[in-house]
């Protein structure tokens, strides 16, 4: 099967469940977890979960908890060949779930700290037939150029390549053309609703119609990732699949779209078509927001 190499962000997650809306200025009862994160380190720990071979690009700190990070990963299957960083720590996230929905407070931490070189040199020693990047290293300066790096190599090494959007708030502060602008002419981009529509232009044209914008602009195939709504697939001729979501109690939605993206993955790099890649996606996010953590 093909390796894929997932390059992106490692921390550490502090969830915390919510009984109810964050009470200001008083106590707030809540049920609070230390967990793995980071995007790229869940979507890589559910592909290994599905039987895909991986490598994960990323740092942490030269810590106990960078240590930890690494322990979790590779016990989980994911190969980690970057060093820990002496001179950041570990990334953490603060993650508040209440009511199907999470709000995240980000310290990235030894993230920001990616080495072109490094990336460069362990992408081209890995073996891989697939490069997933995590938008995360893109939307910070620190960072960027690091993912820039590993385009150009996957491109360089004749990778199929796909870009998770990662987060609406950090995609605006770059703005739309911009990012579109590095990920031109890769093979697969996702994005959840609020991100798709900053990335089309704005508006509220229905996403399957988003999608097909992005996708004849991109030259890639997009899907859409639209929580209890399913999930869409544009390809860049026009061609659209859809999915109904899969009903699920949720619990704790961190990492749904991270499990989304590696059901999908695992589908496609297996030679399924959309249809069959978005129920796939959709059966894996659903049993992700099941349980706390972001994790398999």
């Not at 997650?13 to 230390?34: E, N, S, Y």
């Not at 869940?42 to 106990?64: C, F, Q, S, Y």
């Not at 998770?164 to 502060?173: I, K, M, N, T, V």
């Not at 899969?246 to 704790?252: E, L, N, P």
Request: aromatic share 2%.
């Amino acid at each position: 099967m093909t390796r894929v190499a997932v390059l992106g962000d490692l921390v550490t997650d502090v969830v915390a469940v919510l009984a109810g809306p964050p009470a200001p200025d008083t106590d707030t009862a809540a049920a609070i977890r230390l967990t793995g994160g980071g995007q790229a380190a869940n979507t890589a720990a559910w592909l290994a979960w599905h039987g895909v071979p991986v490598t994960l690009l990323a740092t942490v700190g030269a810590d106990e908890a960078g240590a930890a990070r690494l322990a979790e990963l590779r016990a989980a299957g994911v190969d980690c060949p970057l060093p820990p960083r002496p001179d950041a720590p570990t990334g953490t996230v603060i993650v508040l779930a209440e009511g199907g929905r999470r709000t995240m407070v980000t310290d990235r931490g030894a993230n920001l700290l990616l080495d072109p070189d490094e990336v460069a040199l362990a992408l081209a020693a890995a073996g891989v037939g697939h490069l997933h990047l995590s938008g995360y290293p893109l939307l910070d300066d620190r960072s960027r150029p690091a993912g820039l790096r590993a385009l150009a190599t996957a491109r360089e090494l004749g990778l199929t390549v796909s870009v998770d959007a990662a987060s609406a708030a950090p995609l605006r502060q770059v703005g739309g053309p911009a990012f579109r602008s590095w990920v031109r002419g890769i093979d697969l981009l996702l994005a959840n609703a609020d991100e798709a529509a900053m990335l089309a232009g704005g508006g509220d044209a229905p996403p399957a119609d988003q999608a097909r914008t992005l996708a004849a602009d991109l030259g890639a195939a997009v899907v859409v990732k639209l929580g209890a709504a399913g999930a869409v697939w544009a390809d860049p001729d026009g061609a659209v699949s859809t999915a109904a979501a899969v009903a699920a109690a949720v619990v704790d939605p961190t990492g749904a779209g991270d499990a989304f993206a590696a059901g999908l993955l695992a589908t496609r790099l297996a030679g399924g078509d959309p249809a069959a890649c978005l129920k796939a996606a959709t059966a894996a996010g659903a049993r992700a927001v099941i349980a706390v953590g972001a994790r398999p």
